[in-house]
């Protein structure tokens, strides 16, 4: 596959990952893992940011438009170890006037400390993981917390500062019907959050609900009559669909998942964390070790050489164009071209077969969407694009 340039070096943003939780939940299948209570919390954060002096190398003197910390349950963190860990960051890195920094959080995990605390130590948007309103989808998802402290965290986040919240939603869940799935999204548009992520649940491999599927889940046609219902109510309260998942009122949109979607750029620390970096020689993908305890070994160590892995060609467009069409405002040609470094005509000869089965259009001369049959076939729009 013919290569026209060398890529535009793109944003850059940092993943942050903080492995535990209070409980596994059985559908995750993130790098994951209960915290006894001797987790060793101070120790991981020596480790993350001796990891950051590496990742200040790659970065190149690049400021970082974004800082996303997940997990995990990064709120299992104090404040204080969260205010140590983003001082780490401020004192290694350029960081754009705007940056954001998002925290994942737990309605049943903020116990750490006062919400205020985290605001203090420099988040400046959290992503609450609500998942459902109703009681009895909490219990079936194995979830820890209660209907109630959604709102109360929401509330808390919400006098102590945070005026960009988001709020994580699941639909598809054991036993759930179309009603209930609408009555989530209401729920939790009352709590006026700036941002929604509403995605379906999926029996991922690895987890307890790939081996042991719940009793109750809603059949294909029943889900799809959730998404068409569930995207035309959130319309109406006011939230702009602009990825698959990903639903914003007016200036909501999360910095962070943007650039992953147009294949920006993103530095990683933490067990697990993956990174994409883009250099005068190619674009090359890296990975740190997944045990929490091998991590800090190897960081303690001295070794911090997460190898590169160039991305060919092919997988370069097969990595754009799976992220590009989950975005309900489509691409333009030239985004492809800068992100990618490949030539046009790579791009144009992939899509003939999906524009003749009519899942994407070309809405200008230069600019694609998906189409509404695209849209309920994705998985088979984005297959197209693997490499042969």
């Keep these: 596959m013919p290569i026209e340039s060398l890529p535009v070096l793109p944003p850059l943003s940092l993943y942050v990952h903080l492995p535990w939780c209070v409980r596994k939940c059985p559908y995750c299948d993130f ?3 209960t915290a006894a209570d001797d987790a060793p919390r101070d120790r991981y954060l020596d480790a993350l940011i001796a990891d950051l002096d590496a990742e200040s190398e790659r970065a190149a003197g690049r400021e970082l438009i974004s800082i996303f910390l997940g997990g995990g349950t990064p709120s299992y ?31 049943g995990t903020v116990e750490c400390g006062d919400p205020a605390g985290y605001r203090r130590a420099g988040v400046n948007r959290l992503s609450i993981g609500a998942q459902s309103f109703a009681a009895e989808s909490l219990q079936a998802l194995g979830r820890i917390h209660a209907v109630a402290d959604i709102e109360r965290s929401v509330v808390e986040a ?44 999926t029996l991922e491999p690895n987890t307890v609900f790939h081996a042991r ?42 910095i962070h998942n943007m650039n992953y979607w147009t294949f920006g750029d993103y530095l990683a620390v933490g067990a697990g964390a993956h990174g994409k970096i ?25 070794d911090y050489s997460a190898a590169l892995e160039p991305v060919s060609a092919a997988n370069r467009l097969f990595e754009f164009m799976l992220n590009a069409l989950r975005l309900t405002d489509g691409f333009d040609e030239s985004l492809f071209t800068a992100r990618t470094g490949l030539a046009i005509a790579a791009l144009r000869e992939r899509l003939r077969t999906p524009q003749d089965r009519g899942l994407v259009t070309r809405t200008s001369a230069h600019f694609w969407s998906v189409t509404a049959l695209g849209r309920r076939f994705l998985n088979d729009l984005q297959a197209e694009f693997l490499p042969p």
Aim: aromatic share 10%; net charge negative; with cysteine.
């Design 31 to 33: 790098n994951s893992y």
């Design 77 to 107: 963190f104090t404040p204080e170890q969260i205010a140590r860990l983003l001082r780490g960051v401020a004192e290694r890195f350029g960081r754009a006037d705007d940056i954001e920094i998002t925290m994942e959080a737990n309605p």
């Design 158 to 201: 919400r006098t102590s500062g945070f005026d960009n919240i988001n709020i994580d939603l699941m639909y598809g869940l054991p036993g759930q019907t179309i009603a209930g799935a609408v009555l989530d999204i209401e729920r939790a548009v009352e709590l006026q959050p700036q941002h929604l992520s509403w995605y379906q649940l």
């Design 213 to 254: 599927p719940p009793a109750g889940l809603p059949d294909e046609d029943r889900l799809f009559e959730i998404q068409g219902l569930g995207e035309t109510r959130l319309a109406e309260l006011g939230y702009e669909q602009y990825e698959v998942s990903a639903y914003a009122r007016a200036a909501g949109r999360s």
């Design 278 to 302: 883009s250099t005068a020689d190619g674009i090359w993908r890296y990975a740190k070790p997944a045990n929490p305890r091998q991590y800090m070994e190897c960081i303690e160590g001295g």
